[in-house]
C-alpha cells in the first residue's frame, strides 16, 4: 500500500532548495533570441487565451514562463504543463496543502528567503520560485522528467501526477 502523498512528500523542505531559489530570485532577465521569443509567443498566447481572459495577465504569464524556463534551463511547455495542472492558470490559487499561484509554491519559501508571503501570488516571482524548484528536482532525479515532476507534486512513488503533466506537456503546450 502506498502511503498518503503528502505524508511521503518532501514538500519542498530539502535544504539545498533555500539557495537554488534565492539564486533564481536574484537572477536577471533572459536574453534570448527576440525572434524565437516571438514566435514562441505567437505559438502559445491562443493556447492560453481559452484558460486566462486577460490579455496583460497572458502576455506577463508568457513573458514570465519564457525568460524563468530559459534561466533555469528547462523546457517553456514543461512549465505551462505544470501550472495548467497545479492551478488551471489561476494566480490566486491556494492547494489544500497551502501551495500558492501559478507553480503552487510553498508558502514558507518568500518568508525564507526575505520576501513577502504576497509575493507568491505575484507572476513573476511565482514562476521563478517555481521553475528553481523543478529544476532542483530535475538534476536531483538526473533529469528523469517524471521523478522530477513527482518530487515536485510531492508524490514520489506514484505516476497520477507525473503523467497528468507529460500528457498535457504533449497535447496542449508542445510547439
Known sequence: MLACPTASADRQLDPELKQVIATAISAGECFSDKYDAEVWYKLMEPRLRRYVNDHAERVAILKHTYCESRV??????????????????????????????????????????????????????????????????????????????????????????PDMVIGRWTSRWRS
Open 72 to 161: 533555469a534551463q528547462l523546457p517553456a511547455e514543461l512549465v505551462l504543463a505544470v501550472m495548467d495542472v497545479e492551478s488551471s492558470f489561476n494566480r490566486w490559487a491556494v492547494s489544500s496543502a497551502g501551495a500558492q499561484g501559478l507553480m503552487q509554491v510553498m508558502p514558507f519559501w518568500p518568508e525564507q528567503l526575505g520576501m513577502r508571503r504576497h509575493q507568491l501570488m505575484d507572476v513573476q516571482s511565482n514562476i521563478r520560485m517555481g521553475c528553481a524548484i523543478l529544476k532542483y528536482y530535475y538534476d536531483r532525479e538526473k533529469r528523469d522528467v517524471r521523478k522530477a515532476l513527482a518530487r515536485y507534486n510531492g508524490s514520489v512513488g506514484r505516476r497520477e501526477y
